[in-house]
């Protein structure tokens, strides 16, 4: 297998020389641990305050991992990846919202995006939160909720309630049937994630007749998901419809410990790293043994999984631009994995968020968190792009801007 992550020339076409050192300089300064905890606690209230901060974030964290502040503003960013042969994946980043109209405003924006991902050629998914359709104290209630399991619960308001978010996330899947495109719905707080995981098996039973639409998102980082990625497999293959899975290690490892620690129960985390690199690698490895009802997006920037998936699949003879097969980096990381990837004919895709500046700081926030907690990310992403910019001047073959740039 030819596949690399070592080649910067590969990794990085799509950059001038500009971009490049500007991605450099951001990196470095997520290198300092105590940078990013203080800029990640201000940004937010200063945001609030009216400040003129707009300017730096617009050119810094929010051009390096952000598509646009509205969904036409995407486009630039879609076609030169498209030129690149990788894929988008949508991301309406509006999060943390409260009350019904909020919700349905969210609702008809995930369907408008939908709409145009149908009219281009290299958008297949969108990706949705259900925090974005539905209260926290909602989820919250009913997570906690035991009798909701046997479908009794004692509030006829709340259950009113859930029948709305249900409603919206038949509307959105509908659509995305309608449209041919996959609707990637984002893990939760585990002290959210049961209802959540209920919304997605209804809807997958509903839509994923014969392809998958909806895909749920399994975090290995929570020792108990391998097992819960097998018992939807069992669910699925009784039901009779496509296990749409999305693979992840995780997003709120810090939140969920201290709650843990706070509330007195067993955390729900891995141990350590290597658990989750364990339970990660087996449930790649599961989902490739078993396409014949379950479409899998791996959506990693750790190389070795994506080697490991990579290997698997043409040891076990699935065409590397098989339909149920996906890969998946956030835009602006591991562009050394997206894009060498795409190059050996993967399906390869960048997860792209979109919305106002004011609106997306709570993901900003967590990719700069990311930076700094993930073992060795910064210093991998500063490696590669320091050399690249040493190959560019000893070959003396700057990359520059377009004209439509």
């Not at 070592?6 to 020389?17: I, K, Q």
């Not at 020792?223 to 069992?234: C, I, Q």
Request: hydrophobic fraction near 40%; glycine fraction near 6%.
């Amino acid at each position: 297998m030819n596949l690399s992550f070592e080649n910067t020339e590969n990794a990085f076409a799509h950059l001038t020389d500009k971009e490049l050192k500007n991605a450099r300089f951001l990196f470095q300064s997520m290198s300092y641990p105590w940078l990013v905890q203080m800029g990640t606690r201000l940004t937010p209230f200063i945001m609030r305050t009216g400040l003129p901060v707009h300017g730096l974030i617009r050119k810094t964290l929010f051009k390096q991992f952000v598509g646009g502040e509205t969904l036409e503003n995407t486009e630039p960013v879609t076609q030169k990846l498209h030129s690149f042969g990788v894929e988008v994946i949508l991301d309406y980043g509006v999060e943390g919202k409260e009350g019904e109209d909020s919700f349905d405003t969210a609702t008809e924006e995930f369907m408008r995006v939908i709409r145009y991902a149908s009219t281009q050629t290299n958008i297949p998914f969108i990706s949705i939160k259900v925090t974005g359709l539905a209260r926290f104290g909602l989820l919250q209630s009913l997570n906690e909720a035991p009798r909701l399991r046997s479908g009794i619960h004692d509030h006829e308001w709340e259950l009113d309630e859930w029948d709305r978010v249900r409603d919206r996330m038949y509307a959105i899947c509908e659509l995305a049937a309608e449209k041919k495109i996959g609707v990637l719905i984002d893990a939760e707080e585990s002290w959210i994630q049961d209802p959540v995981d209920r919304l997605c098996m209804e809807m997958m039973q509903q839509f994923n007749t014969t392809e998958a639409v909806v895909y749920n998102t399994v975090q290995l980082y929570r020792h108990d998901r391998l097992s819960f990625l097998k018992m939807s497999h069992r669910i699925a293959k009784e039901k009779g419809f496509v296990l749409g899975v999305k693979l992840v290690r995780g997003a709120y490892m810090e939140k969920e410990r201290a709650r843990a620690l706070e509330k007195g129960y067993d955390s729900p985390i891995q141990p350590d790293k290597a658990s989750s690199d364990r339970d990660f690698n087996a449930a790649v490895q599961f989902c490739l043994e078993n396409l014949g009802d379950i479409a899998v997006v791996v959506a990693s920037h750790n190389e070795n999984s994506n080697q490991l998936a990579a290997a698997t699949m043409d040891r076990l003879g699935i065409a590397r631009n098989y339909s149920r097969v996906h890969f998946s980096q956030l835009y602006g990381m591991s562009d050394h994995i997206t894009f060498n990837m795409a190059r050996e004919g993967f399906r390869v895709s960048k997860y792209l968020p979109f919305g106002p500046i004011r609106e997306v700081i709570p993901y900003l926030m967590r990719r700069a968190q990311e930076n700094t907690s993930v073992s060795g990310q910064t210093g991998r992403e500063l490696t590669l792009i320091q050399r690249e910019l040493q190959r560019r001047k000893k070959s003396n073959s700057p990359v520059l801007p377009t004209a439509a740039e």
